[in-house]
């Protein structure tokens, strides 16, 4: 789409046809196009502003790594933060610090566990484990079964022991599907520790728990 109509379709009253304009900018540099997508950052449709935060993430400059963490602050939908904070993780290393200050502000699942996602692809094994820890005290389940998730996949950092002792607090969880995540991430550990609550929950009174602990054992 040529420049001229992408301005044009950026002001018209059918999102759609802003939603096509954004998307378009994906084909020029980001001296044209980050200008016009921030200036689409407080769109009245929460898609658009969406798209926004995709389109950022895919012009890296120092103008779209700050609106990103404008978006990621101040969006008063929790899906545009979201994207927000998966466009922001692109940027690599520099990212780490402003996704975990977000994480401990922003309480919503969703904005939680896109940042929770981003950090385990990010090769950063203490924050990652800062906001797992953070992540199981959280009111929402899927968060707390996330962050499980996370630690589990610590069994070969150099936080190893401290994962395989926030994992191992959760075995006598009262929620079978807990119990079942904690499951999983034991069997990613060698420790003595993790073989001893795995035998523990391979006698757990759920068997989708029990099944959970076997899966790996059953002939295929």
């Known amino acids: 789409m040529e420049i001229d109509k992408i301005k044009a379709e950026l002001s ?10 954004i ?8 001296e044209v196009a980050v200008p016009l997508l921030t200036s689409k950052l407080h769109d009245s449709e929460f898609l658009v502003r969406s798209f926004v935060a995709r389109g950022l993430g895919s012009q890296q400059s120092a103008e779209s790594f700050a609106a990103l ?15 927000a904070a998966n466009s922001l993780s692109l ?15 922003d309480d919503h699942w969703l904005v939680r566990r896109t940042i929770l996602a981003a950090l385990v692809e990010m090769d950063c094994p203490e924050e990652l484990f800062d906001i ?13 079964e996330s962050s499980v ?8 950092s150099n936080l190893h022991v401290q994962a395989l002792s926030q994992i191992l607090n959760l075995v006598n ?17 060698d ?23 076997l899966e790996d054992l059953l002939p295929r």
């Open 12 to 21: 018209n009253p059918d999102f759609q046809y802003r939603l096509k304009a």
């Open 23 to 30: 998307a378009a900018l994906k084909d020029y540099e980001s």
């Open 69 to 83: 963490i404008q978006i990621m602050k101040f969006d008063d939908t929790p899906n545009v933060r979201a994207e």
């Open 91 to 105: 940027f690599g290393r520099i990212a780490v610090s402003h996704l975990v200050l977000t994480y401990y502000q």
């Open 132 to 144: 797992c820890v953070q992540g199981l005290k959280d009111e929402d389940f899927t968060v707390q």
């Open 149 to 156: 998730d996370a630690l589990g996949l610590l069994a070969n």
């Open 173 to 189: 969880d009262e929620s079978w599907r807990m119990r079942v995540r904690v499951a999983y991430a034991l069997k990613r550990f």
């Open 191 to 213: 420790q003595p520790e993790a073989k001893a609550a795995l035998n523990q929950l391979r006698q757990d009174k759920d068997h989708r728990v029990v099944g959970a602990t």
